[in-house]
Nanobody
Framework: QVQLVESGGGLVQAGGSLRLSCAAS????????MGWFRQAPGKEREFVAA???????YYADTLRGRFTISRDNAKNTVYLQMNNLKPEDTAVYYC??????????????????WGQGTQVTVSS
């Protein structure tokens, strides 16, 4: 089992920034690529970004440039820095863990473990 706990969500004005954190515990962190998804009301859960143990990253095309994923392997923590936020970024953001070394365009069905989610609300 891997336990994932997100933090850092909140309310921010358009153009602002937030940094989400996800602390992992349980099985060996190095065995998992880590990622973020988000889900807005009435919409499907969508891929945001992923990062491998070796720090290879992959982003959803529409978010590359504004969002940055990183991880601190010593702290078993993954981060999502979100800049120039827009109202359409409003969603519940979920941390995800997927066994293996590769990253790419993940689908929700391929994720092994989920966090509980953290709400991000961007006001216009």
């Amino acid at each position: 089992q891997v336990q994932l706990v997100e933090s850092g969500g909140g309310l921010v004005q358009a153009g602002g920034s937030l940094r989400l954190s996800c602390a992992a515990s349980g099985r060996t962190f190095r065995n998992y690529a880590m990622g973020w998804f988000r889900q807005a009301p009435g919409k499907e859960r969508e891929f945001v970004a992923a990062i491998s143990w070796s720090l290879t990253t992959y982003y959803a095309d529409t978010l590359r440039g504004r969002f940055t994923i990183s991880r601190d392997n010593a702290k078993n923590t993954v981060y999502l820095q979100m800049n120039n936020l827009k109202p359409e970024d409003t969603a519940v953001y979920y941390c995800a863990a997927k066994g293996g070394l590769r990253v790419g365009q993940w689908v929700p069905e391929g994720v092994d473990y989920w966090g509980q989610g953290t709400q991000v609300t961007v006001s216009s």
